[in-house]
């Protein structure tokens, strides 16, 4: 109950807050011109595309197209999940070092919740707002294939949950770092810096970070680093198979969440050792 | 029963390079506190008296010593769950109205349903927010927000209330109506912990007072024991002190003052009290009033602060 009613007061917070609403708004306005642009047209030699009424894509049988839409569904489930970490991160970044603020911080952690029961309430607030967000989308997109292409394909819900799975984990970076730094500026920066330079590099650190040197010990270090965070990269690439119908490697998100686990973990006990 | 007991309670804040830098914030801080009480906690700026109660509801963990709150140790959570806190300088969510607030913060103390709507509604109406009850906080006053931030501290109806500062901005008239919400409290058998700097306003509503300076008790004690300065007394008289009267307080090593129509006269007992007053009485003195001397509570205070600082 109260875990319930701490997700409650953040979404009520989030909610207040206008770039959640200006996700759902974007969103929104993404689905609306989907549906007005994208069709399909039937002709005696296959199918094929149109966009605002003309031919977008040669003339092919129904198995190819339903390949292509897939690819096209796969693409705007990537361009989501950018949103979702760019937006989201930047909505949600605030729920927990707002929490920990002086003169907030003690109306919470006098009444009777355990600390990591507060970590845990902000955490999950965010993450269920985050996933409101990614089905309403979801869900638009899906209706708007079915009802233009018949393709009531299953897989582009599921990518619901892989989305917001991938958020979660990125999310629980972010709740360290908030406990951390109780800082909302410094946590997003050093996200973002994990996000678009440390894990890129980690990702493809046979490319890059292997070069500078030969060093055993040093790529070892290297490849400790790699599976000490969330592998987002090699998740959105097993999250795209799974939109196009092909087989999931589920490695990366278990590891994901080892990874998550242990950042949360980290932040619960940061969390129960402060004074306030 | 205790409400509240403490035992060699310290904590050091440490700061700096390997925390060379330590302030010993309350040092061997031992203290009981009698269900039913109104007990208030005095000290100048910086003497430990938030750290004091952020202690006791775990938002500091101590560095020595142990503390219980309603017989809980204050690491347990259970021990939060019949108490209540007004922070200093709280901060509820702008977006929120007065009710929304309560509503919101029930469940946290295990309030939901029913009894949460009825106590939202009973508590709102009792801090003067009745009227206000749909209007969001952030358009509140300072003294709206300390009566939201009452209603907040006590939706779980609790027996151990911690104030600290609760009619800071509040006028006087909502002074007095806290007051009175306090002593009803009390009546009802709750006990309420007060930190506050208003002296005036501790003394009219304490039982007990403690007076904590640079993180170690100095004096704790009933209201009057603290404002009592030793057998001084005041003795009115209608008159003239006779010349005889004089002699012989004199001759008996009496020493007083008097000022227009009164005596002042420092006794070692009740015994030579009585004494004295038979003394005018012989030598036919009307006695109008007698009196023990008694400081305000901020007179006290102050003596005490300074006689620390002087030694």
């Given at each position: ?28 306005i993404v689905l609306l011109g989907l549906a007005a642009a994208f069709s399909t047209n039937v002709t005696p030699d296959g ?230 | ?151 907040q501290a006590m939706i779980n109806d609790p027996d151990l209330l911690f104030l600290d500062e609760p009619t800071d901005g ?142």
């Amino acid at each position: 109950m109260k875990l319930l009613a701490l997700i409650r007061l953040t979404l009520r917070e989030l909610a207040a807050k206008a770039t959640i609403i200006i996700l759902a708004a974007i969103s929104t306005i993404v689905l609306l011109g989907l549906a007005a642009a994208f069709s399909t047209n039937v002709t005696p030699d296959g199918m094929m595309l149109q966009l605002f009424g003309q031919q977008a894509s040669p003339v092919m049988p129904e198995e190819q197209l339903i390949t292509a839409i897939r690819s096209m569904q796969a693409g705007l489930a990537g361009g989501l999940f950018t949103g979702i970490i760019l937006f989201g991160i930047f909505a949600t970044a605030g729920v927990i070092p707002d929490a920990l603020e002086k003169g907030t911080v003690d109306l919470y952690l006098s009444k009777p919740i355990a600390r990591w029961e507060l970590l845990l309430g902000k955490y999950l607030g965010a993450l269920v707002a985050i996933f409101v967000n990614v089905l309403y989308f979801m869900v638009g997109a899906w209706l708007i294939f079915g009802l233009k292409c018949h393709l009531w394909d299953f897989q582009i819900l599921l990518a619901t949950l892989t989305i917001t799975f991938m958020f979660a984990c990125l999310y629980a970076i972010v709740a360290f770092l908030a406990v951390l730094t109780r800082n909302t500026a410094v946590s997003i920066i050093l996200v973002y810096l994990y996000l678009f330079v440390v894990g890129p590099l980690l990702h493809n650190r046979e490319a890059t970070l292997y070069l500078i040197s030969e060093n055993t010990v040093y790529r070892s270090i290297v490849d400790g680093f790699y599976y000490v965070f969330p592998q987002l990269d090699a998740m959105r690439a097993s999250g795209a198979k799974q939109l196009l119908a092909q087989e999931m490697d589920w490695k990366p998100f278990v590891q994901s969440l080892l990874s998550a686990s242990v950042f949360f973990f980290g932040g619960a006990v940061m969390l129960k050792r402060r004074d306030f | 029963m205790l409400a509240i007991s403490t035992s060699h309670l310290s904590k050091t804040y440490t700061s700096g390079f390997r925390g060379k830098r330590q302030v010993n914030a309350l040092q061997d801080f031992s203290l009981e506190v009698e269900s039913g009480q109104i007990f208030s906690l005095l000290g100048p700026n910086g003497a430990g008296k938030t750290t004091f109660i952020k202690i006791l509801l775990s938002l500091t963990r101590q560095t020595g010593g142990s503390a219980t709150i309603l017989d809980h140790d204050v690491s347990d959570v259970q021990a939060r769950v019949k108490t209540g806190y007004l922070p200093e300088n709280h901060r509820y969510p702008g977006y929120l109205t007065g009710e929304q607030v309560l509503r919101s913060f029930g469940p946290l103390s295990e309030v939901t349903g029913p009894l949460l709507q009825s106590r939202t509604t009973t508590l709102l109406e009792l801090v003067g927010l009745k009227d206000w009850r749909n209007v969001k906080v952030k358009k509140y006053s300072k003294g709206m927000m300390q009566r939201l931030g009452l209603a907040q501290a006590m939706i779980n109806d609790p027996d151990l209330l911690f104030l600290d500062e609760p009619t800071d901005g509040v006028d006087p008239v909502g002074r007095a109506e806290i007051r009175d919400l306090l002593r009803n409290l009390k009546t009802r058998g709750k006990t309420i912990f007060l930190n506050s700097h208003l002296l005036s306003e501790v003394e009219m509503i304490s039982d007990r007072v403690a007076i904590l300076d640079k993180g170690q008790l100095l004096r704790v004690g009933t209201v009057d024991e603290l404002t009592t300065s030793g057998e001084r007394h005041h003795i009115g008289i209608d008159g003239v002190l006779p010349e005889a009267f004089r002699l012989e307080a004199a001759a008996k090593v009496i020493e007083f003052s008097q000022s227009q129509s009164s005596l002042t006269v420092d006794v070692g007992s009740i015994a030579e009290l009585n004494a004295l007053i038979d003394m005018l009485r012989r030598h036919h003195v009307p006695i109008v009033s007698i009196a023990k001397e008694r400081s305000t509570l901020e007179e006290s205070f102050l003596s005490l602060i300074k006689r620390e600082v002087a030694s």
